[in-house]
């Protein structure tokens, strides 16, 4: 996934930079190992409509925000989403969970990203792919280049 990450942002001619790092999955801990803001940080998760294995949505938001299932649920056309199990995110983005990074590369997955993420910073900051590797990426490159439905998901 780094690599595939890598190739498409310099394809994209992307404003970006890696930052190498000790493990880390837990936002508020990544955020201070990379120097960046937690409300910078897109957390990923990966959700479904509850009971039911599809449709799925990669869910992003900033990393100092909890996610609203039940925003999520309506997002999907239902009552109320739930995360995953760890080996269907394995299995749908080849990542474990905690370094999902915020772009979907299986069809099967509806990319949503709360806009409270891309209006507060010129870039956001995420795990790519891997949990000793991060991504900084300039905001409006990273809404160019993943395309996401902007919705509010996040618990008021």
Do not use: W
Request: glycine fraction near 8%; hydrophobic fraction near 45%.
């Amino acid at each position: 996934m780094f690599d595939r990450l890598v190739a498409l942002l310099d394809a994209r001619a992307a404003s970006y930079r890696v930052l190498m790092h000790d493990a880390e999955g837990q936002s508020a801990r990544v955020a201070e190992i990379r120097g960046t803001e937690p409300g910078q940080g897109a957390k990923a998760m990966l959700c479904s409509l509850k009971g039911q294995a599809e449709p799925y949505a990669l869910v992003i938001l900033p990393g100092d925000q909890k996610l609203d299932m039940k925003k999520v649920g309506a997002a999907l056309g239902g009552k109320k989403a739930e995360l995953v199990k760890a080996e269907t995110a394995m299995e749908l983005t080849g990542c474990r969970i905690g370094a999902i990074p915020p772009f979907v590369f299986d069809e099967r997955i509806q990319l949503i990203v709360d806009p409270a993420l891309t209006t507060g910073y010129s870039e956001i900051a995420f795990n790519a792919g891997r949990l000793d590797a991060s991504m900084v990426l300039d905001t409006q490159d990273y809404l160019a280049i993943a395309k996401p439905r902007l919705l509010d998901i996040s618990q008021a």
